[in-house]
């Protein structure tokens, strides 16, 4: 399980740990369930972002998971914010992040959020042929145009995005138009930004589409005598979920992209889950466990409140029972949040010593989209996150209470 879980975890005397806790004495303090970080395991990856592509600038996709402790971490790495709402942008400012370092994404972006952007002095990535007028309009100087390039990932298809019927980007030909005309509206035109689609487990896609993107960029100098001076290449690397997936190393992935590149240009990257799905783990406490026509559900205290990826992508995980970690499995269970749907399933087929009430779940790969697609259904409240690192957690979002829910209802 260690290949999946956080770089601090250990396993000893049959208890996990994460930063140097005890797990228990996590759950004991804060609660459950309860979404833990790992500061090391954020770090290093931010670092072989780095080291893999010196130079570049490292754009946290902070739709992953919006906090600003994290944020904070990510920063102190040198990595800026890709964010395309007011409140993403609202959660890099907070965490000090500058202008120059935020990337302002988004197909339908508000006058108010152009506007935001342009105070702030962020890159804004125009995404629609009405955006060069509109951003001048609201004061924004400097722009990327988003390319679709035309090629199809082997991802889910709710996080394929540069297949030619995407919602977001503009074909090339409708691309260069936008430039030509954010150009002659006085908008200094940096450059051109693609990203294939999320979860992706192989760079094929990616060099596939760097390639459309050079080609492209050689149309653009023929046809508009402009050339690109930043190239923004996305995010997407997948992580591995359960132990059966393999997806590259960062290295692996980032530098044939890098490589392809001319080396007169500044390159972005945008990494998201795999800058922190790594480094989450969530903990669950055990209630109750039925057998049911054959099958063994273990219901635990979340569920597609805190982590709806079941759901929307069919996503699989794996599990350890945190206090009973030595022990060998003896059985597949099938892990059930404590939510109103039968589809309420975090894990469908879960190997584990036979869990009992009061057991810690522990599901490792949990950092990314996970609590960041939350919800308060059937009034559950969102639960509580930790940041760990040497022995000492640190609380980075609150637990919300029942009393939260309530605050906004009227008459
Ligand atoms: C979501 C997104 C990212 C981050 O994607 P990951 O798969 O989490 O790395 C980067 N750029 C854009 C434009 C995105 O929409």
């Not at 965490?95 to 506007?115: P, T, V, W």
């Not at 269970?333 to 309420?344: I, L, P, Q, T, Y």
């Not at 469908?348 to 949990?366: F, K, M, N, S, Y």
Request: hydrophobic share 45%; net charge negative; glycine share 10%.
């Amino acid at each position: 399980m260690q290949e999946i879980l956080p770089l601090s975890a250990r396993i000893d005397g049959g208890r996990l740990s994460v930063g140097g806790i005890d797990a228990e004495a996590l759950a004991a303090e804060h609660g459950t369930p309860l979404l833990v970080y790992c500061e090391e395991t954020i770090r290093a990856q931010a670092r072989a972002y780095a080291k893999a592509a010196p130079g570049a600038l490292v754009v946290y996709g902070t739709k992953a998971f919006a906090n600003v402790a994290v944020l904070r971490v990510l920063a102190e790495e040198g990595v800026g914010a890709d964010v395309s709402t007011l409140g993403e942008l609202a959660f890099a400012q907070a965490a000090g992040i500058a202008g120059q370092r935020i990337l302002f994404h988004g197909n339908n972006k508000s006058d108010e959020e152009l506007r935001a952007a342009a105070e702030t002095g962020a890159t804004v990535v125009l995404d629609a042929a009405d955006e060069p007028e509109r951003a001048a309009a609201q004061g924004v100087r400097q722009v990327l145009v988003r390319l679709t390039p035309g090629v199809d990932a082997h991802t889910h298809q709710s996080i394929r995005t540069a297949h030619d019927e995407s919602k977001f980007g503009l074909p090339p030909e409708r691309a260069l138009a936008v430039i030509a005309d954010a150009r002659e509206r006085g908008l200094d035109v940096a450059g051109v930004h693609f990203h294939v689609g999320s979860q992706l487990a192989r760079v094929d896609e990616s060099v596939l589409a760097v390639q459309r993107l050079l080609a492209f960029c050689e149309r653009a100098e023929d046809e508009l005598g402009w050339r690109p001076r930043t190239l923004d290449i996305g995010g997407g690397l997948g992580i591995r979920y359960t132990r059966d997936e393999h997806v590259p190393e960062i290295d692996a992935f980032v530098e044939p992209l890098v490589a392809a590149l001319p080396g007169d240009v500044q390159v972005i990257l945008e990494p998201g889950r795999s800058l922190v799905g790594r480094a989450g783990v969530t903990l669950y406490r055990v209630g109750v466990v039925k057998d049911s026509g054959g099958v063994t559900y273990v219901a635990i205290d979340g569920g597609m409140s805190d982590n709806p990826r079941p759901q929307l992508y069919g996503a699989r995980y794996e599990a350890l029972l945190a206090n009973r970690a030595a022990e060998l499995p003896d059985g597949i269970f099938r892990v059930a949040g404590k939510h109103c749907e039968s589809g309420d399933v975090l894990i469908q087929a879960a190997e584990l010593p036979h869990p009992r009430r009061g057991d810690l779940l522990a599901v490792p790969a949990t950092g990314a989209y996970t609590l960041a697609m939350g919800s308060t259904y059937n009034g559950v409240p969102r639960p509580a996150v930790v940041l760990v690192r040497d022995g000492a957690a640190r609380l980075i979002r609150s637990r919300e209470a029942v009393d939260d829910l309530l605050r906004y209802e009227e008459g």
